[in-house]
């Protein structure tokens, strides 16, 4: 694995995030100091499965970081660019230095593989909650989100 930059093999946060949004049942959130791709809505149980950086800090340079998986895990440490993840390395994440680490193909391989990992692992009512009309689970979304919100003021008080 492993691209080199040049026509065709060109990858940013612009490209990998429309990727990843157009993945089934993706959400964007603002956090950490970056864009977390989340499958399924974190208020019916959905898991987080790719992280972009967009301002860099005093840790070590980073574009994403993603779950890889306990198997492909160690064989992607093996790729020059690609480190443990801050804070979640234990879960299996990776993170990658730069955008030319991987060929496009390679990119969309890896957060689709992120994505199934994580998909596959949410608790049967979340992915129940998945299959459900659209309009049936925003409603259910939205009621959830009001029932946190209610749940939040009263432990401010």
Same mark, same amino acid.
């Given at each position: 694995? !492993?691209?080199?930059? !040049?026509?065709?093999?060109?990858?940013? +946060?612009?490209?990998?995030?429309?990727?990843? +949004?157009?993945l089934?049942?993706? +959400?964007?959130? %603002?956090?950490?100091?970056?864009l977390?791709?989340?499958? !399924?809505?974190?208020?019916?149980g959905?898991? #987080?499965?790719?992280? #972009?950086r967009? $301002?860099? &800090?005093?840790s070590?340079?980073?574009?994403i970081?993603?779950?890889?998986?306990?198997?492909?895990?160690? $064989?992607?440490? $093996?790729? =020059? !660019?690609?480190f443990p993840a801050?804070?979640?390395?234990r879960?299996?994440?990776?993170?990658? $230095?730069?955008? &030319?680490?991987?060929?496009?193909?390679?990119?969309e391989?890896?957060?689709?593989a992120?994505? &199934?990992?994580?998909? &596959?692992?949410?608790p049967?009512?979340?992915r129940?909650?998945? %299959? #459900?009309? %659209?309009?049936?689970?925003?409603?259910?979304?939205? =009621?959830?989100?009001? +029932? #946190?919100?209610?749940?939040?003021?009263?432990?401010?008080?």
């Amino acid at each position: 694995m !492993g691209g080199t930059p !040049g026509k065709g093999n060109r990858m940013d +946060l612009d490209r990998i995030r429309a990727y990843l +949004l157009s993945l089934p049942h993706v +959400l964007e959130t %603002a956090q950490f100091g970056g864009l977390v791709f989340w499958v !399924g809505d974190k208020a019916i149980g959905g898991k #987080m499965f790719a992280w #972009m950086r967009l $301002e860099q &800090n005093d840790s070590r340079t980073r574009v994403i970081s993603y779950a890889a998986g306990q198997e492909h895990y160690a $064989e992607l440490l $093996e790729t =020059d !660019g690609i480190f443990p993840a801050p804070y979640v390395a234990r879960i299996f994440w990776v993170a990658v $230095e730069r955008w &030319n680490v991987f060929r496009t193909s390679e990119w969309e391989q890896e957060l689709r593989a992120a994505h &199934n990992l994580t998909l &596959n692992k949410l608790p049967p009512r979340t992915r129940a909650v998945l %299959a #459900m009309p %659209a309009t049936q689970q925003k409603r259910l979304i939205a =009621d959830r989100k009001k +029932l #946190m919100a209610a749940r939040a003021a009263i432990k401010k008080t």
